[in-house]
């Protein structure tokens, strides 16, 4: 968005989080909290974004880096004096969008509304506002006529004030220009030494200039973090609107309560999510998929008709069609061709399955590369690592593995081999062989007698 630029403060370290994190990098659906609200920034069109840092700055601004212009507050002397720092970055003839690192229930609808309001209306400010059943603890707005007249804090307002429903978010829009020249003439006038930033509003309404108001349709987008309670209600609320968004776009799921899904997650149509399934990160489910029940899917990519069920599966690709679970661990670095069938109680890492290929359960694939139409049997066992080193396995299409097999690496195994069952593979198998390594089977008559006199 041209000649916009958006200011979050998250300098603030947070005290009743109880925490050695910063507030804003607490996590919810996912995200940290100032990931959310720089999201919607960033789908705003929004290029110039400045982020207020103070108490935990390195690892605000290691997760901002490339995406803000970071801004450090050495003293945190209130929001006023956070925005002073960056008036030196403001352009005077660009609006200014000011948001909180805490509150990542903003919606991009309506700070798009915001915007268009505040520019609009041709106002100096505009403060988006919300009415709250139960406002305690929020600064009230003042009207006289609907015309905007101020902002009393919960511990100053007059007992009438504090019957107003009508609440400040702590999200605004500027006038550069106006909002530097306001920013000079604040002074910390309080028992606590800080500059605050409603401040501003008097100092603009003394000048007569035009102040508006934007009311959120949506109450709960003003809910800001101030501890653990209330990080875990605003994530509930945002879970509950990532589920129905899905389900708005063609997403079926079973028991949407017990299902959760992050925000940064995308799912095509015709997925179906079944009960106790947690969708994390950045994982992309394709049309058709069926996942769950109790399955985790993290910063995966599931094609399209896959099933997925009882599973863990973390940074891996799974094919179109491919069938996982119950209870199969993938790994990262794993990778699922079209057709291949991932049964119970197996481990893949790092390893890629080709098309049509079955491990079908109870064994551990590591660092190895399978072809096409490989059958593994149960009890597989890739010997990748031996204390200081790991090595590859090489299977070739076609190849049958016959169960309880143990693979030495580094071993390759050619096209269209066969294991025997029980064997130990420590030498590479040439294409279309039979390889069988057991020790002469013994056979003591009588050796239960003996062991008994």
């Not at 916009?4 to 109880?18: D, E, N, P, Q, S």
């Not at 804003?24 to 919607?40: C, E, F, S, T, Y």
């Not at 197996?346 to 139409?373: A, C, Q, T, W």
């Not at 039979?434 to 239960?448: F, G, H, M, T, Y």
Request: proline share 4%.
């Amino acid at each position: 968005m041209s000649q916009c630029t958006a200011v979050i403060l998250a300098a603030g370290k947070g005290t009743r989080m109880k925490s050695e994190l910063p507030k804003v990098m607490h996590r919810m659906a996912g995200q940290p909290l100032i990931g959310h609200v720089l999201d919607k920034v960033q789908k705003l069109g929004i290029e110039e974004v400045l982020t207020i840092v103070g108490h935990g700055r390195e690892l605000v601004a290691e997760y901002l880096a490339g995406q803000s212009t970071i801004i450090v507050q050495e003293e945190q002397l209130g929001t006023g004096h956070a925005l002073m720092q960056a008036v030196p970055y403001l352009k005077d003839e660009s609006t200014v969008l000011v948001l909180s690192g805490d509150q990542p229930l903003l919606s991009v609808e309506t700070l798009r509304l915001l915007l268009d309001w505040h520019r609009n209306s041709g106002a100096a400010a505009t403060v988006l506002s919300a009415i709250m059943a139960n406002p305690f603890g929020y600064g009230r707005i003042l009207k006289e006529k609907d015309l905007f007249k101020g902002i009393i804090e919960e511990k100053d307002a007059d007992p009438k004030q504090k019957e107003i429903k009508e609440i400040n978010t702590g999200t605004y829009c500027f006038q550069s220009s106006v909002l530097k020249a306001a920013l000079q003439k604040i002074t910390p006038q309080n028992v606590q030494g800080e500059y605050y930033l409603t401040d501003v509003f008097e100092i603009l309404l003394a000048q007569g200039a035009k102040i508006e108001t934007l009311c959120t349709e949506d109450s709960s987008e003003a809910l800001g973090i101030n501890n653990r309670v209330q990080l875990a209600e605003a994530e509930e609320i945002l879970y509950d609107r990532i589920r129905k968004h899905w389900m708005m776009e063609g997403v079926t799921i079973v028991n949407p309560s017990s299902v959760f899904v992050d925000a940064q997650a995308v799912l095509a149509k015709d997925v179906i999510l079944l009960p106790f399934t947690f969708i994390k990160g950045k994982t992309r489910i394709e049309e058709g998929a069926v996942i769950g029940p109790g399955t985790t899917i993290i910063d995966s990519h599931c094609g399209k008709g896959c099933q997925i069920e009882n599973s863990v599966v973390r940074e891996a690709i799974i094919g179109e069609r491919a069938m996982v679970g119950p209870f199969a661990y993938l790994r990262p670095g794993t990778v699922l061709e079209k057709g291949v069938k991932i049964g119970d109680f197996v481990e893949i890492k790092n390893s890629v399955v080709g098309e049509g290929s079955k491990v079908p359960h109870l064994s551990y694939i590591g660092d190895s590369r399978l072809g096409k139409n490989v059958n593994i049997g149960a009890g597989t066992i890739t010997c990748n690592y031996d204390g200081q080193n790991k090595y590859p396995t090489i299977i070739g299409d076609n190849c049958f593995v016959g169960s309880n097999t143990n693979f030495v690496a580094p071993v390759k195994i050619g096209a269209g081999s066969v294991i025997g069952a029980g064997s130990t593979i420590t030498k590479d198998v040439p294409p279309k062989a039979l390889a069988v390594e057991r020790s002469q089977q013994k056979i003591i008559e009588n050796w239960q007698k003996a062991k008994d006199k």
